[in-house]
């Protein structure tokens, strides 16, 4: 028996601490009386352990609801992360989509304020051979495209078709070796020649030391080459060459239009009725 009790010591202390407040309970429970000198003990000894009991089992819910706050917390991120970058896409849509309108705007503007018929062209590819700066465009003969049409947008000349078929044209640009275009100087209207250069700005001929020519000028279609109607901008004078001899002035045109950047364009009907197949203001012979 006491073997019994020294091994099970510990367990019977414990079970009287935890029976004892029970059996107090309903012997004395409902007159109620002041705590005893054990029940001060029993209180004593279990209230560290209960305090602990309670910290542990509060530290295991702030655990679990913490892990509950984060997951929530992380899927809202993502939630969050996947709509800002569907908005982002909308919005860089919605910009794309508000410029189109822009120059299409513009486009129909001018096609509505310009003389002749216009056909309205988007631009499709670009020519990669360097011995002809031209680009594609999705009109064609079926469209009422010809060769020796001119091609502008609402800030200035682009060149000529010079090769169509059914559905598509391809347009020789005005900084194209051959192209030569008639223009004259909008302030003085001295009258000369723009010619392609390659890349970069068109070079000025044909145009006499004595003209009236400044840099800064606005320089214009003159329609004497048999392919731009009169009074289309070409671009901006922006360095002359006079020197000492000889009959003719250079310089430097840059185009009002940058060729590398083209989208949307208008193809103008020959407005001198026949279609150009090399004249001196034209892009030159057959492509």
């Known amino acids: ?21 029970f059996g107090a309970f309903l012997t004395t429970g409902r007159r109620g009386r002041d705590p005893n000198f054990v029940d001060r003990a029993v209180i004593g000894l279990s209230a560290p352990l209960q305090r602990g009991l309670i910290g542990l089992i509060d530290g295991a819910k702030a655990v679990v609801y913490g892990y509950i706050d984060l997951r929530e917390v992380r899927q809202a991120n993502e ?5 800002n970058l569907q908005l982002r896409a909308t919005v860089q849509a919605l910009g794309e989509t508000r410029a189109e309108n822009e120059r299409l705007r513009g486009l129909l503007g001018y096609a509505e304020a310009a003389p002749g018929p216009e056909i309205p062209a988007r631009v499709i590819g670009v020519n990669p051979v360097a011995k002809l700066l031209s680009v594609r465009i999705n009109r064609g003969e ?17 060149g000529q078709v010079v090769r169509t078929t059914g ?16 223009v004259r100087v909008q302030r003085s209207r001295a009258r000369g020649t ?9 070079r000025l001929e044909n145009m006499l030391r004595t003209e009236d020519v400044q840099e800064g000028d606005l320089i214009i279609t003159s329609g004497t080459d ?5 009074g289309l901008v070409v671009g901006k004078v922006t360095r002359l060459e006079k020197t000492e001899h000889g009959m003719f002035l250079g310089g430097d045109v840059v185009p009002a239009v940058d060729t590398t950047r083209l989208e949307e364009v208008l193809v103008m009907g020959n407005p001198f009725g026949a279609l150009v197949q090399g004249s001196a203001g034209g892009s030159g012979g057959e492509r």
Do not use: H, N
């Open 194 to 202: 723009a010619a392609g250069a390659g890349k970069g700005p068109l």
């Open 79 to 83: 939630e969050l992360r996947a709509e």
């Open 226 to 230: 048999g392919v731009y109607p009169p």
């Open 142 to 158: 079926t469209d009422g495209v010809f060769r020796g049409m001119s091609v502008v947008t609402p800030d200035g000349i682009i």
């Open 167 to 182: 559905g598509w044209a391809d347009v020789a640009l005005v900084t194209d070796l051959q192209s030569r275009v008639g």
């Open 1 to 21: 028996m006491l073997s019994l009790l020294k091994r099970y010591r510990t367990l019977l202390i414990v079970g009287v601490l935890l029976l004892y407040p």
